[in-house]
């Protein structure tokens, strides 16, 4: 098999001639980079996926989501007792959807520049090819505009205010990926959505808010790269276990990062309770395996990731987060040789 065809099986949850491998979101961290120019004299990205043999190539803008930021020409007037929650959050003391409205900044994906989707693929025509569009996330950017003390007080007390920003984001999020899906669906494989709502021990909303408010938003979103007859991966690490089953209701195809130490994230009892349903993505963590431990315990943890989904399919090897320092580019080289070779 291709990359390209060993992916698109996996996340169909169906028979791979191997375990499919990647490095999250490729990302080549600066410590990874020192790594594998000192040891192997790879100075280049493209060296180091083709030394790895990874199944995916992703295309990312150069730059992170943008920080939200109000107009030059809108102010607000802040009570003096909420000025202190403002240098959290810049719509801490918002408390109308009219004032939301009023000082929401969409941001427009042309400051990301144009994209040679065309010679990305010619450049790689055999592996599955991903895009992170930088489509918003709903929870996630709405503890960057209300502050992370603030915006559970938003939702609690003010919820019109809460839901008149999730419109708004919608509004954005929904723009930034016709944006790029017309210009890009022809030519990859795969897009990625994202957010952030687990903790290392449970979630930090209630499943059910989190339905009710954040699910109808993310359905939108995944329809419509459904539409352009694309795979949508969603990231959320952390123990979001009490949600998978809404990430299938929605049709996701891939959850990903899969982090493995988080509470009730173990791999057998996932692929038991959801294998076959949705194909999973990472499993191999950053906080102990991959920074402190070493080659053989990351093949021992590779080699049970494959066996706990072997009956079901449905399983992408990955590191569980990147940009981190302490990660050991020797336990990289071994996920991935391990992936490849263990049958």
């Known amino acids: 098999m291709t990359s390209r065809e060993r992916i698109l099986a996996a996340i169909a949850c169906g028979t791979t001639d191997r375990t499919p ?40 803008p150069s730059s992170f989501n943008p920080a939200p930021a109000f107009s030059a020409a809108v102010e607000i007037n802040v009570p003096s007792e ?18 939301v ?30 895009f992170i569009p930088y489509a918003l996330p709903y929870f996630w950017n709405s503890c960057v505009w209300f502050g992370m003390d603030e915006v559970f007080i938003k ?28 210009k890009a669906a022809k030519y990859i494989d795969i897009i990625e959505l994202w957010d952030d709502v687990g903790g290392q021990s449970g979630m930090m909303v209630s499943p059910e808010w989190w339905r009710r408010t954040i699910k109808p938003y993310l359905k939108k979103e995944v329809d419509f790269v459904h539409s352009y007859g694309l795979k949508v991966f969603y990231h959320s690490c952390g123990a979001v276990r009490p949600i998978i089953s809404d990430f299938i209701d929605l049709g996701i195809d891939v959850f990903m990062v899969f982090q493995t130490n988080a509470k009730n994230m173990e791999p057998k009892s996932i692929a038991d309770e959801f294998g076959g349903k949705i ?28 066996d706990c989904f072997r009956d079901c399919g449905g399983y992408i090897a990955a590191n569980c987060h990147s940009h981190i320092s302490t990660i050991k580019g020797e336990n990289i080289v071994a996920m991935c040789k391990t992936a490849k070779c263990y049958k």
């Open 279 to 306: 194909c999973f993505y990472g499993g191999l963590e950053v906080q102990h395996l991959l920074s402190y431990g070493n080659t053989e315990e990351v093949e021992e943890q590779v080699k049970y990731n494959i």
């Open 155 to 182: 939702i609690a007390e003010n919820p019109d205010v809460y839901d008149a920003l999730l419109e708004e984001m919608n509004q954005n999020s929904m723009a930034v990926l016709k944006h790029f899906l017309d």
């Open 82 to 99: 909420k000025t202190a929650l403002v240098s959290a959050g810049l719509m801490a003391a918002v408390d109308s959807p009219e004032e």
């Open 21 to 60: 491998y990647d490095i999250t979101d490729g990302r080549i961290w600066p410590e990874l980079h020192n790594f594998f120019y000192r040891e192997y004299g790879l100075k280049e990205k493209d060296e180091i996926y083709n030394f790895l043999d990874t199944d995916l190539r992703w295309i990312e």
């Open 101 to 130: 409205k009023k000082l929401y900044s969409p941001f427009d994906p042309g400051i990301f520049g144009e994209f040679d989707f065309v010679a990305f693929r010619k450049k790689w025509p055999d592996n599955a090819v991903a």
